[in-house]
């Protein structure tokens, strides 16, 4: 039996070490040790291989737990959550989410409220673009010139190309 931990964040401006300290402090209240953690800063909108959720299931076996500070790290689509915690119980992996202990039991009402919490999850994901929208229109509207000026350089140096 291994337990592996989960962290994600959406920008560099989150900070992962905050889940990981929640994870090491649950693992030491609980005298466990945690095997390893995927740790990975990407959006929630991005496929499951970008967000090393293919690799966190090739890496659990049978009877292995999943360590994660909350379900939205996981999955912010209702369906896709629902299906993952689906696909991961079915091969008898116990998923524990820290700030939602409610979560972690097998009791009968658990996929009621996987459904609540993927569904609040995909919502507040929903609210957190249309807020950004307006406020970019906001901007707009105001006379502000978004995006990079004139004249700037990209992050990244263009590659040069070859003569031939």
């Given amino acids: 039996m291994k337990y592996i931990g ?3 964040v959406s920008t560099d401006r989150q900070d992962g ?6 994870i090491l402090e649950y693992s030491q209240r609980n ?4 095997d390893q953690f995927i740790d990975v800063e990407i ?8 967000r ?3 690799e966190l ?3 659990l076996e049978h009877g292995d737990i999943l360590i994660c500070a909350e379900l939205s790290r996981l999955a912010r689509n209702m369906l896709e959550a629902l299906n993952l915690i689906d696909e991961l119980t079915q091969n008898n992996i116990k998923i524990i ?13 658990t996929k009621l409220l996987f459904a609540i919490y993927s569904y609040f999850a995909e919502t507040e994901r929903d609210f957190i673009s249309m807020r950004t929208k307006a406020g970019l ?12 000026r004139t004249g700037s350089r990209n992050k990244k140096p263009l590659r040069k190309l070859s003569p031939y």
């Fill in 137 to 148: 229109a906001k901007l707009k509207a105001d006379g502000v010139k978004l995006g990079r």
């Fill in 97 to 109: 989410f820290i700030r939602q202990p409610e979560l972690s039991t097998n009791a009968p009402h």
């Fill in 57 to 59: 299931k090739s890496i």
């Fill in 43 to 50: 959006s929630s909108t991005k496929s499951q291989r970008e």
């Fill in 6 to 8: 989960y962290i994600r």
């Fill in 31 to 34: 005298q466990i040790i945690v």
């Fill in 52 to 54: 090393k959720i293919d």
């Fill in 17 to 22: 070490n905050k889940q990981k300290h929640l």
